[in-house]
């Protein structure tokens, strides 16, 4: 965290000036609160807690591949459309938390076309449906 | 004279059916919020807010609407915690321990229309309360300087953090990074900072972007670690009937309750969960040996939860007067009124008491739908419960996701929320409070503005910021609420040993 907050306060400097400076600048805040977290990183240091218990690998690697899910998620769902990324993507979520290929992909499904249906009718959102090419 | 004129004024605007249907609406999501296992009121209000923008609703219907999720979440939070012994969302703790042994008794009715009538007691003096109060402490507020508005700021991150951690270090580090998040953007004179170049930055991060992130999606990474191990063992739910006779008993120790809870929202920081705590605390000693507290007796579970359901009308008292969140799903709220360009403190009664008086006024309203719904139509929401995570995770996921998605259009914010979402698993691992960081993101800019203000004013004298009473107390109390939590701790360990 030290280094962190040593970077951060490398960053501020880089601030440029405004044209009309007021007495404390936009430099000071980020000043203050760099030290207040090299403060709190050196109690914490001098004062550490019992290790966090971390999860076991099989675990993190579960977290892991949701978070991959996510960003490819993210990165599909303007290139293609609600329905298919939202598919896949709640299938595999879904897969991890009960892993029954069947219900997962019908989870999936399910839950695509369940959500759309209420986000474009119900409430009215534009969502993309497919990729915009098919249209 | 003039508190009838507002609330005529605020009935006016709730009597609609427009907000009418959202307070309703509101209601129903907000119980089911609260009752699903995971999802409390500060994940449920957060997921709904891009959405309900995207809705296109005006402020006050929007602000009707999560508030009345609030509320919903906060009665819907002991349905779970009495059936299945999980609380549904924090501060339904307290209300397992005599809640479930109530339920294994065979007497999960009787808990949960008493919790439900306990809820309705506690959240409608303290609506109540909210409407004494606030005026009175808004008028207060209006003497405020840049220099009392730096120390409150303090106050609330010093209450708010030592609550919200064992570590104090931990939690100002807390506030320190949402702080150093909100410098991220353009400041208050047009600089660019840390934007290293990237558009995306220059207007800053959207907080919702973040609580959707530190909250929510979290809360996902969470279960997936968890999951199995929670074993949910329901209890059935036989006939639902009002025992009247136990609701009578326990009438003071509601009425009790409610005040507690009330006193301990309405300070910044402490929140529904010190609410029920300390409301199950006080009337465990009252009742003494006699009251087999935590064998399951009607007083244990109306208690609690009259003491939070208090506590969550008391926290809008700060939020709403002087743009301090009182506990983390007050500040999820703050972040919408900033999100909808209202800047709540004193001047929101003067200007726009529409907004203000409309929803207290729809407070009440919501209310009476809530007791209604949670004691005569408790098993729907039982029925709901039953929904197997394998489809309720995926499905938050996706309504995060596509709620930040129609704010913004942006697929760059759907990589910064997932970012949040592993920031915050990772905090939470650590025992580093997430709700201190998203305090930090919604006030840093309010705060250096407000300090850069006073620094403007003195001419750089440092010692301005110390040179009114008021602010000299905000000052004190600031101190004191980050340093009494470690001497109180020993006290505040207790629930955790009760419960085991």
Known sequence: MIVVALGYILSATTIQTPLFPDPMGPKM?????????????????????????????????????????????????????????????????SYQLSPRPLVAAAAGIGLSVGLFVLFRYALDLGLQPFPKDWM | MDLLNNLALGFSVALSF????????????????????????????????????????????????????YYGAMYGGRISSILLNIPGDEPALMTTLDGYPMAKAGRAGDALVISGVASFVGAFLATIGLMLLAPYLARIAFQFGPAEYFALYLLAFATLGGMASNNQAKAAMAACIGLGIAMIGQDGSGVPRFTHGNLHLLDGIDFLVAIVGLFAISEVFVFLETQGKESSIGVKLGKV?????DIIASG???????????????????????????????????????GKFGTGVPRGV??????????????????????????????????????????????????????????????????????AMN??????????????????????????????FSLSGSDFDLLLMTAFGVLGWVLRKMDVPTVPIILGILLGGNMEDNLRRAMTLSDGDIMFLWSSPIAIGLWAFAIAGFVAPMFLRNLLKKPQAVAD
């Open chain 2, 375 to 404: 004691v005569p139509m408790v098993k729907i929401f039982v029925r709901i419960l039953m929904v197997p995570p394998a489809i309720l995770l995926p499905g938050v996921t996706m309504i995060s996701f596509v709620g930040i």
């Open chain 2, 241 to 245: 009937t009002v025992p009247v006779r």
């Open chain 2, 252 to 290: 003071w120790t509601m009425l009790r309750a409610s005040l507690v809870g009330f006193v301990a929202g309405v300070l910044p920081g402490a929140g529904a969960s010190l609410g029920s705590f300390l409301a199950y605390m006080s009337e465990k000693n009252i009742a003494g040996e006699k």
């Open chain 2, 18 to 69: 427009n907000t009418l249907f959202l307070a309703v609406a509101g209601c129903f999501l907000g119980t089911i919020i609260g009752a699903l296992p995971g999802l409390g009121p500060s994940n449920g209000v957060a997921i709904l807010i891009p959405i309900s923008f995207s809705l296109g609703l005006d402020a006050t219907s929007a602000l009707v609407l999560m508030t009345s999720v």
């Open chain 2, 302 to 371: 109306a208690a609690p939860e009259a003491g939070n359901n208090a506590a969550a009308g008391g926290a809008l008292v700060p939020m709403l007067t002087l743009g301090v969140p009182g506990s983390g799903t007050t500040a999820v709220l703050l972040a919408l009124l900033m999100t909808l360009n209202i800047t709540p403190g004193p001047t929101l009664f003067t200007d726009k008491p529409e907004v203000v008086w409309g929803l207290i006024a729809t407070l009440l309203i919501a209310n009476f739908v809530l007791l």
């Open chain 1, 29 to 93: 805040f980020p000043y203050m609160i760099a030290a207040g977290v090299i403060l709190c990183a050196i109690v914490m240091i001098l004062r550490p807690d019992p290790e966090a218990d971390w999860p076991p690998v099989q675990a993190v690697m579960t977290i892991g591949l949701a978070v991959v899910v996510m960003i490819g998620y993210a990165m599909a769902l303007k290139p293609l459309g609600f329905l298919i990324p939202t598919a896949i993507a709640a299938g595999i979520l």
